[in-house]
């Protein structure tokens, strides 16, 4: 049984001000000394009394109700249910204990509870900064006394973990259609028909429709120009590496590279996976931190999401040479491997350039990294101070040795993602897009 500790109420500590009165008089007479003493020692008595009185925490049943995984940046729902177990009615406030960097809203009500309306359900929302585990921690009640004048403070044990994963509500075909839609136009999903290579129908000649894809033999036998329908083919291995080096431990837009690099790529697995491919995922830094090989399926997704949503940037030099060798070793079939990565510094991309050129032709190879608008803003301010000019040096540098490297990768044969925080994983989507309407892969 806990008795909690007592709380002074606004209505005591108002009281205890009012004896100052007489206790500031007390040099006209000693009759108003005592009067601030009697007075003080009233509203001490009164409030002992208040606090024996009041509620205790075997009157109530407190639970909250959460969800075991919740999403990264978006509200969450949560709710305080309460129940009175007693027969005398029950006032009071209510605090979830939430951890520091969690924005919250309502997690502190009152509430009034009687016999007559014994259950009251408390909802609120909390918005989690960033994938992880979350531990929230215990409930605190604040229980009234039938005065008025002191509450009981108790504490309710339940402190629990819960995971935080990206948004995937985002990752539905309508979320998606829609956070695409709002992205930069130059980032905006292919809208084209895909083209492919794999045959799936045919159909009759449209206007518009490519010479090339006419079947004569077809026309003939049902006497109306027939055309070819492609698809894009099905069943190919499509794996995502994602660099968490120190180089993804930068923020952009005030959050950290590499939590847009795993939003981006479990966009891109979503619509590969319903796209019929085969999607896998490698996370590293200097040596494999995670792996799932190529699978089929929406159960893999959440295998997925689940492989990704601790992943954590190291302060460390990360080694895609191993990376590499780690993936290939288990499968040689040709695949579209797309590397979320920082190429932004330049004694990092010569070992980046030499070992994903290496992948060509078996493979074909996509760099994906963020663009960095204040970078960019920088590299092409007119500088008014020296600090300026050399903040503007420095930018213009770091933009240099991308476009080095970019150009290099293309070059050789390789796809270059590179888009702002707000369209890069619209950006990687219609890469992948791309690649399947051309029959890249």
Known sequence: MSLGRPVPTGLAVALVAAALVPAALALAGPAFLWLAVALDAAVLLLCAYDFLASPRLED?????????????GVPNPVRLELHLRASRPVRGRVRDEVPPGVEVRGHEQPFALSPESSDATLPYTLTPPARGDLRLGDMHLRLLGPLGLCARQVKVSAAREVKVYPDLTALTREALALAVAS?????????????????????????????????????????????????????????????????????????RKLDHAVDAALRLAKVSLDAG?????????????????????????????????????????????????????????????????????????????????????????????????????????????????????????????????????????????????????????????????????
């Open 60 to 72: 109530l049943e407190v639970r909250r109700e959460v969800e075991p995984v919740l999403s990264s």
């Open 183 to 255: 992205d930069v136009p130059a980032e905006r999903t292919l809208r084209r028909a895909a083209e492919g290579r794999e045959f799936e129908s045919l159909r009759e000649y449209r206007t518009g429709d490519d010479y090339r894809t006419v079947d004569w033999k077809a026309s003939a036998r049902r006497g109306r120009t027939m055309v070819r329908v492609y698809q894009p083919e099905r069943n190919q291995p499509v794996l995502l590496l994602l660099d968490c080096g120190r180089h993804m431990a930068g923020r952009v837009d005030g959050r």
């Open 277 to 441: 491919d085969m999607v896998g995922v490698l996370a590293f830094a200097s040596d494999v931190r995670t792996y799932l090989p190529p699978r089929k399926g929406r159960e893999h997704l959440r295998l997925l999401t689940e492989a990704l949503y601790r992943a954590e940037a190291a302060l460390e030099e990360s080694d895609y040479g191993r990376a590499y060798d780690f993936a290939f070793a288990r499968s040689s079939r040709r695949s579209l491997v797309v590397l979320f990565t920082d190429l932004v510094d330049p004694d990092a991309s010569g070992t980046l350039l030499t070992r994903t050129l290496a992948l060509r032709p078996r493979h074909l190879p996509v760099v994906a990294s963020l663009l960095d608008e204040d970078v960019r803003a920088a590299a092409g301010d007119v500088p008014d101070t020296v600090q300026d000019a050399y903040a503007r040096q420095a930018a213009a540098r770091l933009e240099e040795d991308y476009q080095r490297t970019a150009v290099t990768l293309r070059d050789a044969g390789a796809l270059v993602v590179r888009a702002p925080a707000k369209g890069f994983g619209a950006a990687a989507v219609n890469t992948y897009l791309h690649v399947k309407a051309r029959g890249l892969l």
